[in-house]
């Protein structure tokens, strides 16, 4: 999980302020010295540490924080609103050419992952914006990169332009000329990228440039290298004057180094971030959720985001109506398993939630497999045994596990749960029913977590 590291000691931090009650300057230089350790322990850039335990001294031994009636929650706000300045302050978007089609040039280090990144781009703008986006591949060195940038083209449905192994900058002008003609109002360019920065590379990169006019320089830089990704997005900047950047593997990198240092050492805003190995796992970069995140309160605004992407809101209320009724079948229970499964990995999902860091979730099992298998049983039942597990006997329990590979035993365990969660909400219906008539006064506002 991002920042995990960072998260835990910054909470320990904090846990010690809040304990004291009143403060003293000497109790607030010491958490520094702590979130200092923490901010270096992250691989964040010693510089940026420097300046921003400054910038946090500075205003927490104020009087008007050491003499309020919470001094501690006052200092954990100030660290908030510094670790939100440090990432950039507020999201940064990509300029749209005021005349399409609006040129995003993709760049750097071989391994980064330029070519799937672009592709997640293409598909998150079509996705949110409605744009009709066009890959292209300049990338003639690497081998099968032309085909890698197809293969991923053609799971998202996006047009790829190719032209073998002629030159970048023609491919680049050609791709452009291609998508105006066929009404693509953006084109990704999948530059080359070489395993260190080097001249060659960078004479290439500034000649695309020159005859293309991008309208926007992305690096994508992979956040598992720490402080290398931020040293290539310098070198890169320097170059190419660069408009933002595309950190990936940001879900993997435990310590966060580079998201906290490159705004700072660039200058340049982190525009998105790569969360994980799926096409459609690419989010627009929030500083101050992400600063939220760091400091264990969780990111309610990018879950609800998530869930209004993946839930059917028609379905939802349909699920409602019959749980009313209580006519909750194993197809909508898969349904609801397809849905959440979209949203993203559980661990993922609760580290949104607020209150729960990376302490708080440690032993806990979420067993995405069970997941795997509760919807490959379902899978193998047909329509009239979803609807009526009722009918469900013993040759077609048979004819059910062997259809998924499971055992009999699995099949009868998923019944088992589902029979429970049948009975849960017939028990909660109930309740409701009698609230609704006015037996119970305490639920003003309906049960908590349910549509009833």
């Not at 744009?131 to 081998?143: E, G, H, S, V, W």
């Not at 898969?334 to 499964?341: A, F, I, N, S, T």
Request: with cysteine; glycine share 8%.
């Amino acid at each position: 999980m991002a920042f995990e590291g960072l998260t835990e000691k910054l909470s320990s931090a904090f846990k010690k302020l809040r304990n004291k009650g009143r403060l003293t300057e000497s109790d607030v230089k010491e958490a520094m010295r702590e979130i200092r350790l923490a901010l270096l322990e992250a691989d964040v850039s010693y510089k940026v540490v420097k300046d921003f335990i400054k910038a946090v001294t500075e205003k927490a031994v104020g009087t008007e924080v050491l003499e309020s009636l919470t001094p501690a929650q006052a200092i954990v706000k100030i660290v908030n609103q510094e670790l939100v300045s440090l990432m950039g302050g507020g999201s940064a978007k990509i300029t749209i050419a005021s005349q399409p089609p609006t040129v995003v040039m993709m760049v750097g280090l071989q391994g980064a992952g330029k070519t799937t990144n672009a592709a997640k781009l293409a598909g998150l703008m079509r996705k949110q914006n409605g744009k009709r986006p066009l890959l292209a591949a300049c990338d003639i060195y690497r081998p099968a990169a032309i085909q890698q940038l197809e293969v991923v083209g053609k799971q998202l449905d996006i047009p790829v332009f190719q032209m073998g192994q002629e030159n970048p900058v023609t491919i680049a002008e050609a791709a452009i000329a291609h998508a105006k003609k066929h009404g693509n109002d953006m084109v990704f360019l999948d530059t080359a990228g070489r395993l260190h920065v080097d001249e060659a590379l960078m004479e290439e990169l500034q000649a695309i440039k020159q005859a293309v006019q991008p309208s926007e320089i992305l690096l994508v830089v992979d956040a598992m290298i720490g402080q290398d990704a931020v040293n290539a997005a310098k070198a890169f900047d320097d170059a190419l004057d660069i408009d933002g950047v595309v950190l990936t593997k940001l879900d993997g990198d435990a310590r966060g180094g580079a998201a906290l240092s490159i705004k700072a050492v660039t200058g340049k805003p982190i525009k998105f971030v790569g969360m994980g190995e799926k096409l459609d796992n690419i989010e627009v970069f929030h500083p101050d959720r992400m600063a939220s995140r760091i400091l264990g309160m969780g990111d309610v605004l990018t879950l609800i985001e998530k869930a209004e992407q993946q839930f059917d809101m028609q379905k939802a209320q349909e699920l409602a109506e019959k749980l009313k009724k209580n006519r909750f079948t194993l197809q909508d229970y898969y349904d609801q398993l397809v849905q959440v499964k979209g949203m993203g990995s559980m661990d993922e999902l609760l580290g949104m939630m607020p209150g729960l860091n990376a302490k708080a979730l440690e032993g806990a099992t979420i067993n995405e497999k069970a997941l795997s298998r509760t919807e490959a049983i379902i899978l193998s039942m047909t329509p009239q045994e979803r609807e009526n597990p009722a009918i469900l006997n013993s040759s077609r329990k048979k004819r059910i596990a062997a259809g998924c590979g499971l055992q009999v035993v699995d099949v009868n365990r998923l019944l088992k749960e589902f029979g429970m969660m049948q009975q849960m909400t017939k028990q909660m219906t109930k309740l409701s029913g009698k609230r609704r008539k006015g037996k119970f006064g305490k639920f003003p506002g309906g049960l908590p977590g349910l549509p009833f």
